[in-house]
């Protein structure tokens, strides 16, 4: 990604390089994080359709975790998956 | 439809905005149509589906999606045009700042109509008067020429590098837009050359080269530096609206200021106009010279950016001036007037002023309302008192009950 | 949520009117949540669903929806209230006019934000000096108290039998609506009986009388007679505006004007402020009083109606004077700006103005700025020279590629 | 009904009566005119499900002819008849 610093503003507020998204690492909103128990998955995927931050995390076709850096802890997943493998817990770090 | 080859035609407002913008062939159209703008859209989408130009037409359902859809294309790096009128720039107005902010030269036509309530589809400027503070450019027409004339060089002023601003060209809603004129046309060719090819500066289908628009700038972001830049990019404007005119004269012979005076210099009261109503003041004014009067106008064809320091120098020697306005802002006077005289106000020796509303929701401004308007800057440079400030030209007498 | 009961209490901006509403328990409230608004929606469906009002609570899925459905309502013969914002506000910009055209007597609380692009969810004012020429009565408030206090006195102006128009209540977004401050509620009782039970003149809903509201009326109708009828109204409300606040003073013991002069008399040199700025412009007024300088402010309460008159007799014994503008106009000056002009136009001397914009975007507007505003200002008073007539307070200092 | 004329103009353009619409004859719009076939119509409803303005006459639950009164003479019904029961003439007089 090419550098760039706010200082220098272009016209329209347009930002010369794509993606700066990714930079804004919003799980430090959290007050709650997400546990995912990986033996109770059914991998039916609900988690992965509901999160509105698209931080469950994803490999090889199967679900593997939650992505911490974008969760923002609003625990939907918790809330639509059907095998209670997702459970809130208290504090926004998991390894708290 | 057959492709106009006459150089000289006899066509309505709608159908010479439609010729323009078939000449400047622009990448993308998205448009819904609306009385009294409905011509050009429909004009228009038939040059699209007789393969005469090259655009992509998006049919919207909405106004609101119309210059959102306009948004989008010309931050992906098209040269974008649209039309409107009344309630639909009333329903696009949150987009059009949005459009000015994100600096996308779009160039739009409003063909000029009242907003309801009543409802009504007739001719007053309240529609792009409310739109003044959204940061495009407005550009007022007299007559079919000149909104032919106005939509070509408004391509050059919004795309022009120091400027990245879209532009509004105005005309008067069937006065102008459904009546047919005589019109010059220039050649397809001279109008391609004159626009020339839009080389968009940050595409976003440019995927080689990646940019990110309309981002969110919050508090401790830059969003005051942004709209500051804005401005500067409007005041910037003001010398590229002259030099394209300067261009534009070459090609069509055919001269345009910021503003056009009508034996203003040696007039002792004027009248201060827009669009079509400039028509018929300018007979009244030979009229009343062959009498005596010493009458003149002031025609204002650029009302954004706004003129203040030539206007104060072309209006300073008056002795009295009256604005008329197709629009009002209830509680206040009309928008033009409170400009004109912020404009004025630090001059020594100020004409006396008054405001004159007339034509709203398409009432006819008729040589009679110009005399009118210019028997009360008479009495007023006579008496040197403003009787009544506020006035109103061609109100029926009815009793209403409030 | 237990109904409040305590007469002082430490609320929110937003919440302060969220009680003012269910104080007023107004038949239908149709709105749409959007930041700095959404506590107010939010909170006010809470007391719906509580049972603590009788309001039908129409969820829309938009503010054009929401303006839409409360004009419905309201010509259905219903006490109708909404509340928005920003975009909310741009977005419901076409239903503005129909209101204020229709003469309903809605009661509005915008939250005052700043308006796309770049987004941003912070306070100016351009979002409702955008709608300056809806028809609305727009009424602006320094802090929660008058928040409060205007919502519940913007019933009585909008429902007067000789006014019967549409008011917006402004507040500044998260400054006034996000803090905390100290407010005295009246009684639940007192707020009843000074609001009364409304009685709509034509109602829809009136089967027995059968009326027709919001017909067409065309090129040979009588649309211009209509907005002077529309105008004549909103300048009846001047003294309505007055009358309600004389006796809203008995309940409260809180006084309000068209607008509130601070230190003014004796001033040689003022600051024209609205809403929340005007709180620490008297601060630095007090400050700098203190160290001799003879400043003052003159905080606008009513912006719709304009009072020229009034506020050229405030005004025109100052030497200089600085409106601040937290909005613009792009290639023009500020809204405020020049209507003040042209308020004191015709006066003999007129004290020299500058036009300073702030705020923009959320920009804090702290003592400094307000500090820096009168140093501008003593400077002119003392050079009899404006420099520069239009300045930015608070702006960084940034590369701007443009 | 009652009378009113708008030389007396109530608040907001509102009108102290109801339905005026029906004052207002738009056949004078026409410059063609529908005209129906009793026998060839096949009493299908399409031209009534149709027509824009309501200007299909319908007795007893059976389609009986054109309301020339507010006929904009549109030509959607002569269009959309399967039956070729309704033709568009010329002129916008049906007695022409």
Redesign the interface.
Known sequence: MKEWR???????????????ARQYKTGGWRSEHPVWDERACKQCFLCWIYCPDGSIKVRDGKVIGIDYDYCKGCGICANECPADAIKMAEGGEPNG | MAKLTEKIVAITGNAAVAQAMRQINPDVVAAYPITPQTDIAETFAEFVADGLVDTEYVTVESEHSAMSACVGASAAGARVMTATSSQGLALMWEILYIAAGMRLPITMTNVNRCLSAPINIHCDHSDSMGARDSGWIQIYSENAQEAYDNVIQAIRIAEHKSVLLPVMVNMDGFIVSHSIERVELLDDEVVKRFVGEYKPVYPLLDVENPVTHGPFDGLGGFYFEHKKAQIEAIERSRKVVLDVADEFKRISGREYGCFEPYRLDDAEVALVVLNSAAGTSKCVVDAMREEGYPVGILKLRVFRPFLARELSEALKHLKAVAILERATSPGSFGPLYAEIRSALYDLEARPKMVNLIYGLGGREFRPEHAKEAFGVCLKVAQTKRVEKPLGYLGLKEVEVIS
């Open positions: 706010a200082e220098k503003l272009m016209p329209g507020a347009l930002i010369p390089v794509g993606g700066t």
